[in-house]
């Protein structure tokens, strides 16, 4: 595959708007995760991932049908690192029409809708400040940021659980490539909710404490909430700019919950990902694993790291930083790998201690600083639903 220049990209976690933030608590090993504070009504013992601010956040008035929690930590994830002049930019380049957005969500705006139905009238309609019907499907998040943006290419949304916007580069490089389009702004926004705290929990897959990925010990998950983007187009001879090399993406449907206990899936999405990329897996020097500090997601990820890298490969789970952000995870931990390839900062595994002998020694749970030319992101979904993406130098 031709490569893909990324023109802007940033994140916003637990650990702060943009990627500044991200890359100091990743260096200083600071955890954004804090006491499940979201529902004080009903809480649930566990730890969140929580982005401060999102409550504060006021979208400009004309967009004021889109407004509920998720579309606000879009706003805000929007206006950092220099998005909005980069989205401008390929606006006035390319036309708006040929401008594609793809965002990967799990949830949308469900917890606006679950707010509605918790303030239903004596008839049992939806009050009157709640009626907007733009904001209860799940393309909420994608009509949102069409309208924010100006873009008008296609538009549209991925839901496949945890690997969603992940596989969003993998459809914008397809539109790219086929002529559809010239550019196209990805990324995933998900806040939390009841149905995804309450629902994780009723899997039996939430943690009480802050979550150990790769830890012998690790029993559950810790949630989080986050946004990212990242404008995608294609590169020019001698590009400066980072870039997507490969993609792989696999379903091994072998469980709606549970991965295939041989990794099968996965490593098949890995192996996609280095052959349309024509890389070697000895090169890669960096992979963010999806790692969710679930006893069975760790155990078959690592057992597939294992049979296809070799032992210096420098891998790590960070949702020790920031929780499991869900359909959101995706563009959030491809920003860490480009962060990687741009300083040199190689994660560990935070949170995590006594390493399970039954991983390989390419989970590392210690920092690291190292020049690396290739990173690798893998998310996995609900479903067998697997993305690996490969990132590097655009040309």
Request: hydrophobic share 45%; proline share 6%; charged share 15%.
């Amino acid at each position: 595959m031709p490569p893909l220049a990324i023109r802007a990209y940033s994140a916003t976690t637990a650990l702060g708007a943009g990627r500044a933030a991200q890359l100091l608590a990743l260096r200083e090993r600071r955890s954004g995760l804090r006491r499940n504070d979201f529902d004080a009504a009903a809480p649930l013992e566990t730890w969140i991932g929580r982005v401060e601010g999102v409550e504060d956040v006021r979208l400009p008035p004309q967009w004021a049908q889109w407004d509920c929690r998720n579309n606000r930590l879009a706003w805000l994830a929007l206006q950092q690192d220099g998005l909005p002049d980069a989205v401008v930019a390929a606006r006035e380049r390319y036309r708006p029409q040929r401008v594609a957005i793809v965002l990967g969500t799990s949830t949308a705006s469900i917890g606006a809708t679950e707010e509605a139905y918790a303030r239903l009238d004596a008839d049992g309609a939806f009050p009157p400040d709640m009626r907007r019907a733009c904001l209860h499907t799940p393309h909420s998040l994608g009509g949102f940021v069409q309208a924010a943006t100006g873009l008008r290419g296609p538009c549209v949304t991925v839901a496949t659980a945890c690997s969603s916007s992940a596989k969003v580069f993998a459809q914008a490089a397809r539109l790219i490539h086929a002529g559809v389009v010239d550019a196209a702004l990805v990324g995933g926004v998900d806040t939390l909710c009841g149905s995804v705290l309450f629902g994780f929990n009723a899997l039996g897959l939430v943690s009480s404490q802050p979550c150990r990925p790769f830890d012998a010990a690790r029993d559950g998950l810790s949630l989080g909430e986050a946004g990212g983007f990242a404008l995608l187009e294609r590169a020019d001879a001698g590009d400066p700019a980072p870039g997507l090399l490969g993609y792989g993406e696999s379903s091994d449907a072998y469980h709606m919950s549970t991965p295939h206990p041989e990794g099968l899936g996965a490593r098949l999405a890995m192996e996609g990902a280095l052959r349309m990329a024509g890389v070697a897996p000895g090169e890669v020097g960096y992979l963010n694993l999806h790692g969710t500090a679930t006893p069975a997601n760790d155990a078959v990820e690592a057992a597939a790291v294992a049979a296809l890298f070799p032992p210096t490969l420098h891998a790590s789970s960070t949702k020790g930083w920031t929780g499991h952000a869900l359909g959101a995870a995706g563009i959030v931990e491809s920003v860490f790998a480009l962060l990687a390839l741009e300083h040199g900062l190689l994660p560990g595994t935070l949170g995590a201690t006594t390493p399970d002998p039954a991983c390989g020694p390419q989970v590392r749970f210690d920092n690291a600083q190292a020049r690396t030319r290739v990173a690798m992101n893998n998310s996995f979904g609900f479903g067998g639903n697997n993305c690996a993406l490969l990132f590097g130098a655009a040309a």
